[in-house]
């Protein structure tokens, strides 16, 4: 089936004009074409910051992406953030684009609704160490299933572009009075800001955001949701949540850990740490995209991951966990969240900076690259009680890891949040809003990229969100993916109130089957998430 373009002028009122495409399929030389839906890519959410580790900007009031007579080019996609390669997506420097802060926009085709279409914004996933809203094809999914709504994939800061933080970043933004770190959690709230006020351009309704993410972009949809609920009414933009593949873990690393991250990567930079800090950071600005990465990768503490820096990311955000202030939170605002899983995540996490040798020492030495020392050294003993390798695992480095790592990622931490909504310390029971999910079922246009062998291992479902993703599903399989969840899922974004998913309470698990067929079922791992995630509670107070 062939794929065809055709250019899409659109009038954004106040905003100016802005030139997308009508993406259009075509089966045979002589038939019809099918429009699918609108496109428009590399859409400006914010301002690039004057320079690296400052926040970008609010677009200003007069800002315009074009005029009637020269159309702004939204016709390719998001800027790339500088990042490594993996597997599939080799490093590519000359694609790099510091300024990346725009989004790729997706509309139906037809008459705008009143009210406007429902929107669903998607944050892409990566470890929050790479990725682009680029890799995703929303075409199929608006224009073949039905879906209705109009789909925002904002671009963001990621690895140390996003994430650094230290004492001396903190005194470098005080002098512009801005918060620091977690530069690509607020790029996602500027993208969240300004689809709030700019969708109704592109026929949305800005009171029905339903705000999505895969992996790190889940992880980044709860840190999201924890940062709205803070927030007063009139600020709030979350209505619904889907955390697809993550859930949250343990409170963020303080600055002190964080401290040392950025003292080994001036160490490697042979930057000296007797500098002021303008002279180190001054040394870092100058120092190429390329270079930064290439001696990142080399330090111990090689992953870039969010701080507890009080202002995005709140010291008690475990606390009201535990407590049931964010349960109370969700209920009170009444978002949904739907929440869930592969059946065989590890296997690509198995993948991922794996330890450098087959050793605990080593597995440890890797796990403290994400998380907090204290956390490692309570979860370890918990896995491995004598210090051996457990007889269901091969190795140490890949084996041991995929599954520990998969654990501390998704399927554990996913148990216990649905454990902290709905049995804490306050009896608060958020479970009429949670909806679970588990796949055990994997389209075979997923061969192109995953071994056979991985099973159905994280992100071998982005088919059966976008509907294809780009890729060919056969007949059979759009049955599949339609019934299991994408037509739910239209009905959950529609803000449906009975949308078909068939749960209740924390245990039940909407699970599409190898064969294809949707079961509910208890889950059988609950006991087990529970105990792992009391561990770490217990190792975070």
């Not at 301002?47 to 007069?62: K, Y």
């Not at 953030?81 to 080799?90: A, K």
């Not at 899983?341 to 690509?348: K, W």
């Not at 403290?368 to 007889?391: K, S, T």
């Amino acid at each position: 089936m062939e794929t065809i373009h055709r250019i899409h002028v659109k009038s954004l009122a106040h905003r100016g004009t802005i030139q997308g495409v009508t993406i259009s399929t075509l089966s045979s030389p002589t038939s019809q074409a099918k429009d699918l839906c609108h496109y428009f890519g590399g859409v400006r959410y914010g301002l690039a910051p004057t320079e690296r580790w400052r926040r970008a900007q609010l677009l200003p009031a007069s800002f315009t992406y074009g005029s009637e007579e020269a159309p702004g080019r939204c016709d390719g996609g998001a800027g790339l953030c500088p990042q490594p390669g993996f597997r599939h997506t080799p490093e590519n420097p000359d694609a790099w684009n510091e300024d990346c802060f725009q989004c790729n926009v997706w509309t139906p085709i037809g008459e705008v609704p009143e009210g406007g279409w429902p929107v669903l914004v998607y944050i892409h996933g990566g470890w929050l160490q790479f990725g682009t809203p680029n890799s995703f094809n929303a075409a199929a999914l608006i224009g073949e299933a039905n879906f209705n709504g109009v789909i925002v994939m904002p671009a963001y800061r990621v690895n140390l572009f996003g994430f650094l933080y230290s004492a001396e970043l903190e005194e470098d933004a005080a002098t512009v009075g801005e918060t620091v770190g977690n530069h690509g959690f607020w790029d996602q709230r500027l993208a969240l800001e300004w689809t709030k006020e700019n969708i109704q351009l592109f026929g949305g309704n800005p009171e029905a955001i339903t705000i999505s993410g895969y992996s790190a972009g889940a992880n980044s949809v709860f840190h999201q949701l924890a940062y709205d609920l803070r927030q007063p009414d009139e600020k709030s933009l979350i209505r619904q949540a889907c955390i697809w593949s993550n859930s949250p873990a343990v409170q963020p690393k303080q600055p002190t850990e964080t401290q040392a991250q950025f003292d080994q990567l001036l160490t490697s930079l042979d930057i000296s740490l007797t500098l002021s800090h303008n002279d180190k950071l001054t040394r870092l600005r100058s120092i190429p995209a390329k270079v930064l990465l290439d001696k990142a990768r080399t330090i111990p503490l090689h992953q870039f991951r969010p701080t507890t820096d009080t202002s995005f990311v709140s010291p008690s955000l475990f606390t009201t966990l535990d407590s049931g202030a964010f349960a109370r939170s969700i209920l009170a605002r009444k978002i949904r969240i739907i929440v869930g899983e592969c059946c065989d995540e590890r296997f690509l996490y198995s993948a991922w900076f794996p330890p450098t040798d087959n050793t605990l020492s080593a597995l440890r030495t890797r796990l403290v690259a994400d998380y907090p020392g204290h956390i490692v050294d309570a979860i370890i003993p918990f896995y491995y009680p004598d210090g051996r390798l457990p007889a269901e695992c091969k190795d140490w480095d890949q084996d041991a890891w995929g599954r520990i790592y998969a654990d501390m990622q998704v399927h554990q931490m996913q148990r216990g949040f649905v454990y902290a909504l709905t049995e804490n310390e306050d009896g608060i029971d958020a479970s009429a809003l949670l909806f679970r999910y588990r796949i055990e079922w994997r389209a075979k246009c997923v061969e192109a990229t995953l071994p056979v062998e991985w099973g159905v291992t994280h992100s071998s479902d982005y088919p059966i969100w976008f509907f294809g993703n780009g890729g060919l599903l056969d007949e059979k399989e759009m049955r599949v993916v339609k019934e299991g969840f994408i037509s739910p899922l239209g009905r959950f974004v529609h803000r449906e109130e009975e949308f078909g998913w068939g749960t209740s309470g924390a245990r039940l698990v909407r699970t599409l089957t190898g064969d294809g067929s949707v079961d509910i079922v208890e889950d059988r791992n609950w006991e087990e998430g529970i105990r792992v995630w009391k561990v770490l509670r217990e190792a975070g107070r």
